[in-house]
């Protein structure tokens, strides 16, 4: 899979499961880091073109901002083990899952590229 659309695809996970976890505070009851995943998902939304056209200053940021995230949803995911909700648990693994697939398909990307232009 090409690395903007593994990105594109884990943008729109975080944007939709994170406006899941982030219903109660949109509603009044909740805590505003809900959104963290939602921010960075439009970031990565906005810098997805310049993946496309494979700039290396903006692949080498979203591939941090995400290893970013997905290290930083495993807290979240560690206080839904504490409470037992179990769709906590399964919004926050989603979103972990898909940031650790575009981290590898990143990491393929840049080992590939590294041997094209050793080979050349």
């Keep these: 899979m090409k690395t903007y659309k593994a990105s ?3 943008a ?5 499961f ?6 109660p505070f949109i509603t009044g009851d909740g805590s505003p880091t809900a959104l963290i995943p939602v921010i ?8 997805n073109n310049g993946l ?3 700039n290396k200053v903006i692949s080498h940021l979203i591939v941090m901002l995400t290893l970013i995230v997905c ?3 495993f807290m979240p995911l560690m206080k839904a083990f504490g409470r037992a ?10 979103m972990i899952v898909s940031s650790m697939f575009a981290i590898v398909t990143f ?8 041997r094209n232009k050793s080979s050349e």
């Design 8 to 10: 594109l695809l884990n």
């Design 12 to 16: 729109m996970t975080l944007l939709i």
């Design 18 to 23: 994170g406006l899941w976890g982030a219903l």
């Design 40 to 47: 960075f998902g439009l970031i990565f939304i906005v810098c």
């Design 52 to 54: 496309k056209k494979e």
């Design 71 to 73: 290290i930083a949803l």
């Design 85 to 94: 909700d179990s769709l906590a648990i399964m919004r926050i693994s989603v």
């Design 107 to 114: 990491i393929k990307s840049f080992i590939s590229a590294r």
